[in-house]
């Protein structure tokens, strides 16, 4: 009777097992989720915008020792904050940004040239908010940062587009 209680235990663990090995599987990664929020941009309103970085924090919490959360809210509150220079939000955005950019810093295994993208995009968000202002304040911590970015990752797509973006804007000025 123990004999086949312990086959009966055991069976039920391998099964167990096996339906959490399944479970598990199905779960969407996280490039997929964020995959997911970011494809919801592609009509680039003020609101998709606030619920991607909605949706971004939430996968940030599932992953909180991930950078590439931390790094797409911070993208993308700066992608709101420079379409909307002075919506409401942008303030709180902007403050998402630079939370999100402190906590890049201190992990070792972010992106370095991710992080110097994203401390040039915010000086010049600063400078679209209020150029007369902001211009000659931050103009060459954006040129700086955006140049630190190319020289540890010449290949950062993100960084070449945001530069030549800010000295196409300068040369309209």
């Keep these: ?5 312990s086959k009966l235990f055991v069976l039920a663990i391998v099964l167990m097992t096996a339906a959490a090995g399944v479970c598990r599987a199905q ?36 992953y909180p020792d991930s950078p590439a959360p931390k790094f797409q ?3 993308q509150s700066l992608n709101y904050s420079v379409t909307n220079p002075h919506a409401d939000q ?18 070792k295994i972010a992106d370095q040239s991710n992080l110097f993208t994203l ?10 908010q209020d150029p007369a202002q902001n211009g000659r304040k931050y103009y060459l ?12 990752n010449p290949d950062n797509e993100l960084a070449k587009q945001l ?10 000025r």
């Design 141 to 152: 911590d954006v040129m700086q940062n955006y140049e630190k970015a190319l020289k540890l």
């Design 27 to 62: 779960e969407p990664t996280m490039e997929a989720l964020i995959g997911q929020s970011l494809s919801k941009l592609q009509d680039p309103t003020p609101e998709a915008f606030l619920n991607c970085v909605a949706e971004l924090k939430r996968i940030e919490a599932m």
């Design 1 to 5: 009777m123990t004999s086949r209680i």
């Design 73 to 75: 809210i911070a993208l």
């Design 90 to 107: 942008t303030d709180n955005m902007m403050a998402e940004a630079e939370e999100r950019i402190r906590q890049l810093e201190e992990m």
């Design 119 to 128: 401390k040039g995009f915010i000086d010049m968000v600063r400078i679209v």
């Design 163 to 172: 530069q030549q973006k800010f000295q196409e804007g300068m040369r309209q």
